[in-house]
């Protein structure tokens, strides 16, 4: 197959835009792989953890900082991600993290305004040259609480986060104003598209009111010259040694191993400790 690799003119978007939606990132025979092997991870499955919205509604979560060699590694090392994450942003990157957020039918949380790098600022990264990739594992659309974006918002710059209820949001002003001046867009997903967003984008998702699960894999990058100035939970600069793309269907069903170094529940590492921003760690949205 023809696999993705990012235009001129999808770089243009990209930067005019803050995100750039690409369907069939991957292949009908690669996102059944990746349903079937996550679903079946039991150390996947032991690592979640749960966030809940201000209405007590959960979103669950499973974090992890390495890429590995299992089938998401694969993913997230693979040429079509990396290659159209440093034309993003300019330069060599490295895998910041990896997760997966699982919206459950019906009572599935919801996440409100924010920006990625409105958290990962505090993990002492000077400059907002981050961005992620999110890969729909299932079809994620209105109904069951997909991303909404607000386009051109990461122009704005970093924003204030502040605790609104049990979670830590974009300053609610600034974003009523942006939200007045700047187009929305609900970003609905096949289950073999793909969302390249950068950090200063501000987005949000709505809980899952249907009776249709919302599964996603998120892939996190930092450009190498944003290399952490001090030790965090979060990983400094680590070369990113790159996969060809078949290397995705030639993993087959491998899962995390036993050893993965998973993210379990992270508390304490938010900007202000004991607050509010605790609750809602700095890398569990969406």
């Known amino acids: 197959m023809p696999y993705f690799r990012v235009s001129p003119e999808q770089e243009r978007a990209f930067r005019q835009d803050g995100y750039l939606h690409v369907r069939g990132l991957l292949d009908g025979e690669e996102a059944n792989l990746l349903r079937e092997t996550i679903e079946r991870d039991r150390e996947v499955e032991a690592s979640i953890y749960e966030r809940a919205d201000a209405s007590g509604a959960k979103a669950k979560l499973s974090l992890w900082t390495e890429p590995g060699d299992d089938l998401y590694g694969m993913i997230a090392r ?26 459950d039918p019906h009572v599935g949380g919801g996440f409100e305004w924010h920006q990625d790098y409105g958290y990962w600022y505090h993990n002492a990264c000077l400059f907002p040259d981050m961005a992620a990739c999110m890969i729909a594992i299932d079809r994620t659309d209105r109904e069951n609480g997909c991303l909404e974006v607000l386009a051109g918002s990461h122009r704005m710059g970093r924003i204030d ?25 609900l970003i609905e997903m096949a289950s073999v598209d793909g969302l390249f967003f950068h950090a200063n984008l501000l987005h949000r998702s ?8 919302r599964w996603v894999l998120i892939c996190a990058y930092n450009a190498k010259s944003n290399d952490p100035y001090k030790e965090t939970y979060l990983p400094r600069y680590t070369p990113l040694v790159k996969v060809e793309d078949d290397r995705v269907m030639a ?11 998973f993210v379990r529940s992270p508390q304490g590492v938010g900007p202000k ?14």
């Open 78 to 103: 693979s040429r079509r991600v990396v290659d159209a994450m440093e034309r993003f942003l300019g330069d060599e990157v490295y895998h910041y993290h990896s997760k997966l957020v699982a919206k």
């Open 161 to 185: 986060h502040v605790a609104l209820g049990s979670q830590v949001t974009a300053d609610p002003e600034r974003v009523d104003e942006a939200t007045k001046r700047l187009p929305s867009a």
């Open 206 to 213: 709505a809980p899952n009111r249907s009776g249709r699960r």
């Open 251 to 261: 993993a087959g069903r491998k899962g995390a191993a036993a050893d993965k170094p």
């Open 273 to 286: 400790s004991g607050t509010a921003a605790d609750q809602i760690a700095p890398t569990v949205r969406d």
